[in-house]
């Protein structure tokens, strides 16, 4: 009978090194480095974001404070209320009209702050001149700095109605004041416009720096090709950006229940009467309500549904991307 082979010691060293690589796969000092390193940010989101969710309970409570008792004693001591404080708020006038105008508007947000800064970064990229490029991209970009309070002060030098520049320049050509804080139509252009000018410059950095990761070759070969500059940025620089272009539609869309509280409260003088009706959204609604004797509860129950609303919206949105372009999804 011939002798079993054996297995070449170098065969079985090879197994051996590939299970103690393996053993150390699992866990080695580089990923010891990094969850050290993540760990401040894990802190931070479960003592800021995840801990303060305890208090949704107030949403479904007649929360009131108890004399001579802290937070947690007065919230398990309240009464529940169920979904009351949410029928309160569905129930009431003012909840058809915050839904129009703070889906609305967003709506018109995210439609042209996807297509104008995207056309401007096409437009800006094909340049000639790097400095006038670096100098437009600048212009553009510090709006985004600026604080929507003082953002409002120069709104509100352009619309005083006194000495206002613009009713003086109205003045020139014989025309009357506008009284721009009592006169609601003109609102929505205001606000969309103030939208454009200090949100566009950021998303077309973003598109920007998704262009320049775009292979020059493709743009070279098109050229040889003969295809003009349109057709460059139809057929090469477009469908590149698509990818970045719905995952920000994906993220934009997740807030369409939420709006920028400085743009609606800030700039329009704190939402004066004569344009509640027109400026007017949830997060102004919350703001005020916890200015007035309105039950916190209440506050609680109609931020609670922001929440809820967003999550639904953005998964919603995210599986519809999913079932047309699985790899544009961020899920």
């Not at 090879?14 to 760990?39: C, V």
């Not at 001149?129 to 709006?143: E, G, H, N, R």
């Not at 344009?275 to 007035?292: I, R």
């Not at 922001?306 to 699985?326: F, G, H, M, P, R």
């Amino acid at each position: 009978m011939k002798k079993e082979e054996k297995m070449p010691k170098t065969a079985q060293s090879g197994k051996k090194t590939k299970k103690r690589g393996n053993r150390k796969a699992r866990w080695t000092r580089g990923d010891t480095e990094l969850t050290l390193l993540g760990l401040p940010t894990f802190l931070w989101f479960v003592v800021f974001a995840y801990l303060p969710m305890f208090g949704m309970i107030i949403a479904f409570k007649n929360y009131k404070i108890s004399a001579g008792h802290g937070f947690l004693y007065s919230l398990f001591h309240s009464e529940w209320a169920g979904f009351g404080n949410f029928n309160f708020f569905f129930k009431s006038n003012a909840f058809s009209m915050l839904l129009r105008n703070t889906v609305l508007y967003n709506i018109v947000f995210i439609i042209l702050g996807t297509v104008i800064p995207i056309t401007l970064a096409i437009v800006i990229s094909q340049l000639y001149s790097k400095l006038m490029s670096k100098v437009y991209q600048t212009m553009m970009f510090f709006p985004h700095f600026m604080s929507w309070v003082v953002v409002s002060y120069f709104v509100y030098a352009f619309l005083n109605p006194t000495k206002g520049l613009l009713n003086q320049i109205v003045g020139l050509f014989g025309g009357d004041p506008v009284m721009w804080y009592s006169e609601a139509k003109y609102w929505p252009f205001i606000l969309v416009f103030m939208n454009l000018w200090k949100g566009t410059g950021y998303g077309m950095v973003v598109y920007l720096a998704t262009i320049t990761g775009i292979d020059s070759s493709m743009y070279e070969a098109a050229m040889i090709d003969g295809a003009t500059k349109f057709q460059q940025a139809k057929y090469i620089t477009l469908p590149c950006l698509r990818p970045m272009a719905i995952m920000m539609f994906i993220m934009n869309v997740g807030k369409i229940f939420y709006s920028d509280f400085g743009l609606f409260y800030q700039v329009t003088q704190r939402v004066p009467n004569a344009l509640y009706n027109t400026v007017s959204t949830f997060d102004t609604y919350l703001y005020n309500a916890l200015q007035s004797n309105v039950s916190i509860g209440r506050t609680a129950a109609a931020s609670l549904f922001q929440s809820v609303a967003c999550c639904i919206t953005i998964l919603a949105a995210n599986y519809i991307v999913s079932k047309i372009d699985s790899e544009s999804a961020l899920i």
